[in-house]
């Protein structure tokens, strides 16, 4: 069995490539899937129909799981760290995967192959397949056995391994405070990259701001009020840079976006109201 949340928060539990059940969402609009996929209402159906197409399109879930991707969107956790593996930024990324757990590497591509198609992912089965294709690819599976999701025992393999600045990703204030003891005791740089915050509490969302390099707006009402940014990017669901380092990635990264860039200095966060999921949780 296999669960991820997706579209505001809704839990849809995978099995032998089928969704076989999935919970409702706590928005009801999206602007970043009304953008790439018309999504005008965030139900329950929509969400576990988004799911059926990242299977049937990108094999999640199955031996057919794809693990190289173009960028997703233009500043997304994924995407930026892989700007930061190529550029030199961090050495390592310790990031999830389905079929597969946490997983540690330094190739770049794959940790946007694997991170670009992902939402939430709670729990996964290990998937042979997925495994052998993440390994070709230079990455370490932290559990092939079971599949396990655990970004601490992740971060605790890569200083083993001899990365000394690495990103983790984690969704929770509890794991941002224990990488950053890991840190000081291990004597490494942990570039903490919190996402997935969707529904987060107000005291975890000022825990998590005050340890975190990056985060990402998501549809929290908490993180929006609370941040205090060096830099933002994006202005719907915007990742904030919250230390000098966390900002030098994003702003890295903005090199290899495509699109015309605006760069100005103004008082952070800029969020235009109209383009806010709805309702923000």
């Known amino acids: 069995m296999h669960v991820m949340e997706l579209l505001g928060r809704s839990a849809i539990k995978v099995n032998e490539e089928k969704v076989v059940d999935a919970t409702e969402p706590v928005i009801e609009w999206c ?7 018309g999504i005008k209402k965030v139900t329950r159906e929509s969400a576990a129909e988004n799911m059926e197409f990242r299977i049937k399109e990108h094999g999640m879930f199955s031996s057919r799981r794809k693990l190289e991707m173009d960028t997703f969107v233009g500043f997304g956790a994924s995407e930026s760290m892989m700007t930061g593996l190529l550029r030199g930024i961090i050495d390592a990324a310790v990031t999830v995967c389905d079929g597969a757990g946490t997983v540690i590497t330094s190739n770049g591509s794959l940790v ?3 991170g670009g198609y992902i939402s939430g992912l709670l729990e996964t089965d290990p998937i042979p397949e997925v495994i052998e294709g993440i390994e070709s690819r230079g ?3 932290l559990s092939p056995q079971s599949g396990r999701i ?6 605790a393999y890569a200083i083993n391994a001899g990365y000394s600045r690495f990103a983790v990703t984690v969704a929770d204030a509890k794991s941002a405070e224990r990488l950053r003891e890991l840190e000081g005791s291990a004597g490494v740089r942990i570039m903490i990259i919190g996402v997935h915050l969707t529904g987060i509490s107000l005291i975890d969302a000022r825990r998590l701001l005050k340890v975190a390099d990056i985060v990402t707006g998501c549809a929290s009402k908490h993180i929006r009020d609370e941040v205090a940014p ?3 990017v994006g202005t719907a669901i915007p990742l ?7 900002k030098e990635l994003l702003v890295e990264r903005a090199k290899d976006v495509t699109g015309p860039l605006l760069i100005n200095t103004m008082p952070l966060p800029v969020l235009p109201e109209r383009k806010q999921p709805q309702p923000l949780v």
């Open 230 to 232: 060096l830099v933002q």
């Open 240 to 246: 904030f840079g919250l230390t000098q380092w966390g």
């Open 112 to 114: 946007q192959g694997m």
């Open 150 to 155: 655990d970004q601490i025992e992740g971060a």
């Open 31 to 37: 602007p970043l899937f009304d953008k790439v996929r």
């Open 139 to 141: 990455g370490h599976v």
